[in-house]
T-cell receptor, first 107, second 116 residues
Framework: LAKTTQPISMDSYEGQEVNITCSHN???????ITWYQQFPSQGPRFIIQ???TKVTNEVASLFIPADRKSSTLSLPRVSLSDTAVYYC????????FGAGTTVTVRA | GAVVSQHPSRVICKSGTSVKIECRSL??????MFWYRQFPKQSLMLMAT?????????EQGVEKDKFLINHASLTLSTLTVTSAHPEDSSFYIC????????????FGPGTRLTVL
C-alpha cells in the first residue's frame, strides 16, 4: 500500500483558503488520489478524487502535478464547520489511512 | 450519493459477550466491503476486506476467529466481535465499494462499542 505524508495540523481563519499538501512518492500507476474528511465520532466523508492534473467540485479542488508524487487539496473560504481531520489516500483497492491533517478553523 | 448505514450506532456490552454490527449499502450493490477500527485520537485501521460470497481477508494482526465477518449479500456485511473484552472498545467503521466506476469507497457512520 502506498504511503502518504501530510502535515499533522493546520490552523486557519474563517474565509481563508486552506491548502493541504500530501506526499506520495511511491504512488503506483493504477492508484487514484482520494481525500476524505472526518468529524469526531463519524465515518469519513468523501471530498474529492483525482488521477492527474486538476479536479474541482463544489467543495474543493485537487491539484496533482505531472509526476503524481504529491497532491494538494484546496478548500476555498473555510468556515468553522470545516474544522475536521482530512485524510489523503492513494490506493487502487484498499485504503490505508495515515494520521491525517487536523484542520482547525478559528473565527 | 451512495449511502452506507451501520447498526447499531452505539452498543454497550459486558465482557465475554458477543456483539454483531451490521453494515448496509442502501442504494447500491457493494461487491466489496471493508471494516475499520479507530481508537480515540488515532487514524482508521483496516481490519479486513470482505467480498460478497467469499471469506474475508484479514489484515496482519487481526484475529479472524475473534472478528467474524460475513458478507452474505451485495448489500449487507456483518462484523461479530466474539467474547468481547474492554480492549475491544473502539469505533468500528465499515465502507463499501462498487464494482465499477471511480475507485471510491462510501463509509458508514460508525458504531461505538464499549465493553464493560
Amino acid at each position: 500500500l502506498a504511503k502518504t505524508t501530510q502535515p499533522i495540523s493546520m490552523d486557519s481563519y474563517e474565509g481563508q483558503e486552506v491548502n493541504i499538501t500530501c506526499s506520495h512518492n511511491n504512488i503506483a500507476t493504477n492508484d487514484y488520489i482520494t481525500w476524505y474528511q472526518q468529524f469526531p465520532s463519524q465515518g469519513p466523508r468523501f471530498i474529492i478524487q483525482g488521477y492527474k492534473t486538476k479536479v474541482t467540485n463544489e467543495v474543493a479542488s485537487l491539484f496533482i502535478p505531472a509526476d503524481r508524487k504529491s497532491s494538494t487539496l484546496s478548500l476555498p473560504r473555510v468556515s468553522l464547520s470545516d474544522t475536521a481531520v482530512y485524510y489523503c489516500l492513494v490506493d487502487d483497492y484498499k485504503l490505508s489511512f495515515g494520521a491525517g491533517t487536523t484542520v482547525t478553523v478559528r473565527a | 450519493g451512495a449511502v452506507v448505514s451501520q447498526h447499531p450506532s452505539r452498543v454497550i456490552c459486558k465482557s465475554g459477550t458477543s456483539v454483531k454490527i451490521e453494515c448496509r449499502s442502501l442504494d447500491f450493490q457493494a461487491t466489496t466491503m471493508f471494516w475499520y477500527r479507530q481508537f480515540p485520537k488515532q487514524s482508521l485501521m483496516l481490519m479486513a476486506t470482505s467480498n460478497e460470497g467469499s471469506k474475508a481477508t484479514y489484515e496482519q494482526g487481526v484475529e479472524k476467529d475473534k472478528f467474524l465477518i460475513n458478507h452474505a449479500s451485495l448489500t449487507l456485511s456483518t462484523l461479530t466481535v466474539t467474547s468481547a473484552h474492554p480492549e475491544d472498545s473502539s469505533f468500528y467503521i465499515c465502507s463499501a465499494k462498487t464494482s465499477g466506476g471511480a475507485n471510491e469507497q462510501f463509509f458508514g457512520p460508525g458504531t461505538r462499542l464499549t465493553v464493560l
